[in-house]
Every structure is written in C-alpha cells, then in structure tokens.
C-alpha cells in the first residue's frame, strides 16, 4: 500500500508485532555499533539474517527509546530550489525546539537543492517525530530520510 504522495509515515508498533527478521536487523546493527561484529557479514551471521536482508532494512528500522528527546538527529532533504523554502525548514526546526548544530546547502541543480542538517532536539520540549512529519508535508519538499540518530 502507497502512502498518499509518496510521504514516508512512522508507526509506533510493538516488539510482538515487529517481524523477526526487523528484529534481527536491530540486533545486527547493535552489533556493529559495540564492535562485537566487525562486518556486515559478521552481525548478519551472528544474527542470522542475509547481508541483502540488513541492507534492505537497516535504514528503516530502530529502537523506540523514551528518551529520544535530548537526542540529536542527522537527516538529509531535497526541495525546490525557492525563495523562503529554507527559512520555513528553519522555522519548523525553531517550532519544534529543535536546535541545529550542523546545516549544508549543495548548489542546486536542475532547481533542486539538497539540505543536510543535524539537530539537536531539547530535552522536554521536542518533538522529533512531529516535526520531521510537518517538513515533509510542505509544498516544495521532495524527500526527506534521517541519516543517523545519537
């Protein structure tokens, strides 16, 4: 089933409902991250999943954790190339008490822009999800996906 515009939505689901091969994707990747598999090939093995399987999944799952405020996000966005388009990426970012720490425009081509920006999101105040979910939905916005998450 397609969203509607192509929008990426986010669920909040329950581990019992999860597939066991999204969970060994996170389980995989957490092994990479404390070291304890060097590879890919390693964390799929321990984890018992295919390396093509981690690759198709890494980027679309990880843990819900409580205290994602106060957590820093990294995510990347292409958008039309238009007066005033940044500012309201900016706006919504200062809305919802995000804090950016980094921020790159690439020269546009093809009236295209590409904005990578990492935010830090405050501590009993923001709302990542939120405003991830309203940047997308503004006219000019053409994709958004998170890179990374502290």
């Excluded at 089933?1 to 581990?15: H, I, L, T």
């Amino acid at each position: 089933m397609q969203n509607q515009g192509n929008k990426k939505k986010y669920y909040v689901v329950k581990e019992r409902a999860i597939p066991d091969v999204l969970l060994r994707v996170v389980e995989a990747k957490k092994l990479l991250e404390s070291n304890q598999a060097a590879t890919v090939q390693e964390a799929a093995e321990q984890t018992g999943i295919s390396r093509s399987s981690f690759y198709k999944y890494k980027d679309d799952i990880f843990p819900f954790h409580e205290d994602a405020k106060g957590k820093t996000i990294t995510f990347i966005i292409q958008m039309d190339d238009e007066p005033g388009l940044l500012s309201m990426v900016l706006q919504t970012i200062a809305r919802f008490h995000g804090n950016i720490l980094t921020i790159h425009q690439s020269i546009p081509i093809n009236g295209i822009a590409t904005l990578t920006l990492s935010v830090d999101i405050l501590p009993g105040e923001g709302d990542a999800e939120a405003m991830v979910e309203d940047i997308e939905q503004r006219r000019g916005i053409h994709y958004l996906k998170i890179l990374g998450r502290e």
